[in-house]
Nanobody
């Protein structure tokens, strides 16, 4: 069974930085996309950043462009999300996901087959 394990969440002040990690294991094939999603209390889960595993093209939510960077370390089977200049509105549970059934809607969480358990990010003002 595929496993995705996130780590690196925590509490920071506005303007600070965090790096999230997603360790992937037990894949028997290369997923088409991997990405980061987040869900704040009372809100729907939303796409933050996704990367195509073949070629490395990326897509970011408008709200994080220029502040967040998604990157893989293929040797470690790990996906990272570098988050800079954090804002209180970035507070959410962050999830790693892999392999979507709908590459045209790759920023939508609906098509992703595999999910991690999430890591909490809290940004205080």
């Amino acid at each position: 069974q595929v496993q995705l394990v996130e780590s690196g969440g925590g509490s920071v002040q506005a303007g600070g930085s965090l790096t999230l990690s997603c360790a992937a294991s037990r894949f028997t094939y290369s997923p088409n996309y991997m990405g980061w999603f987040r869900q704040a209390p009372g809100k729907e889960r939303e796409g933050v950043a996704v990367i195509r595993t073949s070629g490395g093209s990326t897509v970011y939510a408008d709200s994080v462009k220029g502040r967040f960077t998604v990157s893989p370390d293929n040797a470690k089977n790990t996906l990272y999300l570098q988050m800079n200049t954090l804002k209180p509105e970035d507070t959410a549970m962050y999830y790693c996901a892999a392999d979507t059934d709908d590459s045209y809607r790759r920023m939508s969480p609906a098509g992703y087959k595999y999910w991690g358990q999430g890591t909490q990010v809290t940004v205080s003002s």
